[in-house]
């Protein structure tokens, strides 16, 4: 069976750009979380999605946004890029929202501001 | 508000015990899940704890006190492998809409010397 998958794994942007990233769950989970992961925050919830509906949200700024397709990818955008964005983006995908069962991470997408 | 405390690093060596606590204070608790992140992988899952008391898998346990706020991991035999961070993250659920997330604490890095 076929883990999380992220793409791009690198990506390097300016300030002002934006950026979408993306990504695959592992098949048959409907839940996708997105976290961010800075050395000195740790991983800090962004949002999750389920059957296509953003079921929860975390305490950052309206730039960042998400969407879920019907066939359960996800993909993540930040708009007006701040050099404080750079970090690693992970999802995770359950067969559950709310966090129920434990999370499939992949391996991340490093996002490097200029 | 959510708090998740975590010690930031600790140092062992091969074949030892190490005990990693984790103290939290959320808002509606609803379990709580350890993790493990070797540097520049994805977290995978380890335990998962609801109810007071030790679960056991392998070389690995976590212990739960819902009444203090308190969890632990323990690693038995340890191996040079085992040197990585470990996450707790708490399944908070919000008293405004009942949603669920989880919320992690910052980690914590297990070197382990020969």
């Known amino acids: 069976k076929a883990g999380v998958t992220q793409t791009p794994r690198y990506l390097i942007k300016t300030r002002g750009q934006q950026v979408t990233l993306s990504c695959s769950p592992i098949?048959?989970?409907?839940?996708v979380s997105w976290y961010q992961q800075t050395p000195g925050q740790g991983l800090q919830f962004l949002f999750e999605?389920?059957?296509?509906?953003?079921?929860n949200k975390g305490n950052f700024p309206g730039r960042f946004s998400g969407r879920q397709f019907s066939n359960s990818r996800s993909e993540m955008n930040v708009s007006t890029l701040e050099l404080g964005d750079s970090a690693l983006y992970l999802c995770?995908?359950?067969?559950?929202?709310?966090?129920?069962?434990?999370?499939?991470f992949g391996d991340g997408t490093r996002l490097s501001i200029l | 508000g959510q708090n998740i405390d975590q010690p930031t690093e600790m140092t062992a060596t091969e074949g030892a015990i190490v005990q990693i606590n984790c103290t939290y204070q959320?808002?509606?608790?609803?379990?709580l899940f350890w993790y493990q992140q070797h540097a520049g992988e994805a977290p995978t899952f380890l335990s998962y704890?609801?109810?007071?008391g030790l679960e056991e898998k392998g070389r690995f346990s976590s212990f739960l006190s819902r009444s203090k706020g308190y969890s632990y991991l323990l690693l038995k035999e340890l191996q040079m492998k085992d040197s990585a961070s470990y996450l707790c993250?708490?399944?908070?659920?919000?008293?405004?809409?009942?949603?669920?997330?989880?919320?992690f604490g910052t980690g914590t890095r297990l070197l382990v010397s020969p």
């Open positions: 704890n609801v109810l007071d």
């Open positions: 995770a995908s359950s067969p559950t929202e709310g966090g129920g069962q434990p999370q499939h």
């Open positions: 959320t808002s509606g608790f609803n379990g």
């Open positions: 999605y389920f059957s296509e509906t953003q079921r």
């Open positions: 993250a708490v399944r908070d659920i919000s008293m405004n809409t009942g949603f669920q997330k989880l919320v």
């Open positions: 098949s048959g989970h409907r839940s």
